[in-house]
């Protein structure tokens, strides 16, 4: 039969050694993800109860728990996320099934990619001139809302547009071949096939906005604001609130003698819920390809 | 078929005029926020930027001293070299990471495994990067530390690590796209002559997706410049041309966010906050269109 030859050899071994090579490569990536998770797990663990969750922070902020910037953090999402849905999907709409080729087109696009680009610190500047400032909104909810929303739209879109992409172009074809007019057809047809799609990226828009802190810093979130315990209705989005991330910077870089434990538990539950928005998005999509008809 | 008709025609002059002109005024919305973008920051301080500030002072002085009675300097020039020292040094640590786990993953892995490895990176771009600077903060300030016996362990050596496994999954999603964008004829051409899988990832495969690779470089670089949160924590935070990985460096993000809260509106050191704003604006706008062109640039070749 046939003996290795001596370059056969040399080739067979190479592959090998990089095959391997690029694993350790990969693996050493994961690495970090649970080794961090695992390290603040286990330094968080003397403080995680429900307790925490729903206490406020005491003692200018060295016992207590987390209410105040937990609620805050759902409120900034929430708003920003009515402004930023529709706008984003109905960008990707109009990238997707208006726009022809066309330099303009080609001008849009790199308008999202830049827009994707933009520091988040300039962000935060641009949140002071325009909303704090120029529209008179003051330091408010609304104003960090805002902010966040222009920031994350190139979530959004993108997610949006690789979703209304994946509907085939016959299902469209059908649909004006029965004399349906172009909003007609996205509103019967585009956009009931590609929703869950679309919904995946609304999703991703929750936990990128959530862990955000540069731009929030000096639009809306403050160090410190007393609300009542319990009630889901304590923030007044024309008031300033209290974030699970700027929280986080605060207690570990600004106040001196926190609880040891309190700023893990912090980071444990701002990762804990980002990460957890992020794996349902992930359920969701891998769930929808495997159930796709076409 | 009649009745259809009569409704449409009925409904369309209206309604969807007004809906499309909504769709298309979504669509050019981020066009009008990256110019309200620059128009917002530029406004605030442009008066200073024209009148008063000492461009050249600004760009070459290392004296960072706005907030001194009688000595006022904004010289931003080690902040710059900040910024840059920390984005090289987490770009020599990221790229080889990034590109070596976007060729496995893209040619020498089974498709679960990919699956699995794909959700797991999204997992780690999904991190905030307050969390990375908690992180850089306590576990890798006692890990420098330990390791290089350092006296402190907030430097740009922990910095540019955050930065590194904060930009590693975007340079691995762009390198994997540009890797599946060169046809598969020519993995097919190649194994034909006998080719092993590494010699078609490195004789076929990286010249032929060179640009694409380049792009998530570029990518990746633009979004350590701009990190803020992960720099202003782990970095030591003190004006400082760094001299080794060891150095404290100070950043150009970083300063706008410690700054920015103490300055009064209007103020001299308030405008030259905005006006790093700008340069920073410049800098990723300019990185990342090179990227978009390099991009575009494969799109028209194959």
Redesign the interface.
Known sequence: MFTETEISKR??Q??NV??I???V??S???L??LL?IG??LY?ALPVLSLEFLFTNPKDNMRAGGLWAPFLGTIYLVVVSLFVSA???I??A???NE??RESWFTR??N??????A??????????G???FV??AGLGESILAASLTLA?MT??VI?ASTTEALKAVPMSFREACWN???????TIRRIVIPNSISGILTGVILQV??A?????PI??TGAVFYKNITEGNLFAYNITEQCMAL??H??TI??QVPDVTEGI??GT?VV??GS??LV??AS?VLR?YLRTRKKW | ?NI??KK?AA??PF??TA??L???L??????I??F??FF??F??GAGFLFNGLDLGQFLTSVEWQPTSLNNKRYGAFALIVGTFSVTILAMCIAV??GL??A???SE?CSPKLR?T?K??????A??????W???G???MNQLIIAVFNAPIGLTMLNGSIMLA?MS?PII?SIAEDALKAVPDSYREAAEALGA????V?YRVLLPAAKNGLLAAVL?GA??S?????AVL?ATGHSVNIPSGPLSWIRTL?AT??AE??EVA?GDEHYQV??II?IL??TI??V???IA?LVIKGIRQDS
């Not at chain 1, 680009?117 to 641009?126: C, D, R, T």
């Open positions: 080739k067979r190479t592959e990089m095959r090579f690029f694993l490569m990969t050493l990536m994961i970090p993800l961090i390290y603040l330094k529709p706008i984003g109905f960008a709409v109009y990238l208006y726009a001008i849009t790199l308008a999202v990619v830049n827009l680009g933009v520091p988040s610190i300039v962000h935060a500047l641009f002071v001139g325009a400032l120029f222009i739209l190139p879109i029965l004399g349906a007019t172009r909003w007609q936990s990128r959530a862990g955000e802190t540069a810093m000096f991330s700027l986080l910077f570990s870089t700023p893990y980071a701002l990762v980002v990460l992020n794996a992930i891998v | 078929m259809l008709r449409s409904n369309l309604s969807e809906i499309e909504f769709i298309r979504c669509g050019i919305s981020s066009i926020f990256v309200g973008i917002f920051v406004r605030e080889p990471f070596g786990a060729i496995f993953v020498f699956e490895f959700i797991i990176i999204e997992l780690l999904a991190i905030p990067s307050v969390v600077g908690f992180i903060l306590t576990l496994l590693v691995v092993t899988r590494w010699q990832v990518l633009a979004r410049i701009g990190e803020t949160m924590m993000t706008i966010a920015l809260g509106r906050l905005f704003g920073l604006f990723t706008f990185v990342n269109l978009d």
